[in-house]
């Protein structure tokens, strides 16, 4: 009896487990196949109950009352439906999710558990199954809720089957709970947008890098390209204006100058903006004297104050101390403020000022101010002021000229310099420009020369020595041979790399003057041959880059290639003086 009891109580489960399967879709979904197992379990049910009729679950018989403990059994919400759509039977899992209990449940229609925006059409759905039913899940492709005791919804999953009983036919509901994986999927979906965002986004920054090196390389092009042809403007016209002229030549040749420099202001101006937009502006630390670098400033601008008969005057407080930073940024922005101060008065005056705002222990903050009592500005223009090529639309505009850039400049500079600048104008009354700058407080002295203000040069003793000039244009060539004749000291003259390499190997020369662009060789290739050289003979012959690229990593790449300095096209006779100066020695008769 017991190994009876013991292999009917395994059947049982078996049969069970199988009835389970086919509930969640594990089993083929056919009609038959239901039958045959719901009667199975019918007959072993009933030969359990006659062996240990302890065995059954209550007090009900039937397949009915097998069914509902099946249903009971499931890890999923059950509900058992009739035709009419009225809850015949419902489980433990259903209370749970829904929220209400069996006897609010049993008896009412299924559509109570239907959220309202979808109840109009349940009915004809629940029909068209009842006409043809079938074990299939409900509501395949779309997004099924159910509507919870609290009014809130849930996202669900349902499997319908038909099922036979003593009673008529009913749908069977299998209602599975998906918000945690709605929500992986949602998450999922976020995960893929933001990847496919981020791969748009590199490709946009690849995109934009690609753009800015084309327009930094274009714009480093370009100065190129003009500076060349202006080293031979420039050198011309300083060449004749040292020679005695006649008026209307001299007159001539100060305005193929002054134009040539305009020219070459606006080139620089250009090439700053086009530095700063691609972010290629490395600030210095050094230690100066802020007092050094607006002296500087002013000095430069004194002779267009003079001409304009403006008074021109600088102070700056005696407390501030000497600083650590970029000189010569500090020295642009002053200086395009004082030259556009001076540009817009006419007699009357401008003063520069900077006071100290706060000294801590390592740094201190300082407020620069440019004051003129010119024309002023329109308030409506004050907003664009600092946008570049923005100009003041005065009637004198176009006389006075710029490039509608300096400012934007400025505004660039000194946001690099942890400040900010602003202005205050009134037509007729004149302008306040104005800007903040931090910067690390100095530890040593400042050099002399630390301002970058141009000093004038006692422009020395005659320099002695074998010079090597190196210059592919031919015209520049020429004006090489004269300006170094000008200088007073003989040289020679080769037109690229490889002539280069070998007058340094057939001859002694104690300074080389090398341009960087050439033909068969450039400069920066034949520097490294001649230092390859050195390392055998022990010889080390000074070398001055000559180039009309004018970025600072122009310089590095001409520092690293072995030169010992360098030169920014145009080339004027200072240049080669102070050059010659500083790399030979003096003759003996002038030492």
Known sequence: MDIALHR???????????VEAFIDGKLEPSAVNYQRVLDALYDLNAQASLLAPGLRAGASTGKESLLAAIVEGSPYAKILIDRRGRIALVNAQTEKLFGYTRSELLGQTIDMLVPERFRR??????????????????GAGRDLYGRRKDGSEVPIEIGLNPVESETGTFTLAAISDITERKRAEEARLIHAGVQQHATELEKLNRELASASRFKTQFVATMSHELRTPLTAIIGAAELLNSAALAEPERISVETISEAA???????????DFSKIEAGKVDLESRPFEVEDVVEGAV????????????TLHAFVDPVIPGVEGDAGRLRQILLNLIANALKFTDGGRVDVRVSQLHRRDSDVSLRFEVEDSGIGIPAEMLPELFEPFSQVDRL?????????????ISKRLVELLGGEIGVTSKPGAGSLFWFTANFALAEEPAAPTASGRETPVAPQPRAAGRILVVEDNERLLQLLRLQFSDVGIPATFVSDGLQAIEAAAGARYDLIFMDCLMPNMDGLAATRAIRERERHTGAHVPIVAMTANAFAEDREACIAAGMDDYLAKPLRLADLRRMTGRWLTPTSSEA
């Open 299 to 310: 000095d430069i601008v004194a002779q267009m104050a003079h001409e304009k008969g403006t």
């Open 121 to 138: 059409g349940h009915p004809a759905l629940r029909d068209a199954f009842n006409e043809a039913p079938s074990a299939r899940p409900m």
């Open 8 to 18: 009917l109580r395994n059947d049982l489960a078996v049969a069970v487990a199988s």
């Open 396 to 408: 004198d505009s176009r006389n006075l000229g710029g490039t509608g850039l300096g400012l934007s």
């Open 261 to 271: 420099e305009g020219l070459l202001v606006l080139i620089k101006t250009v090439l």
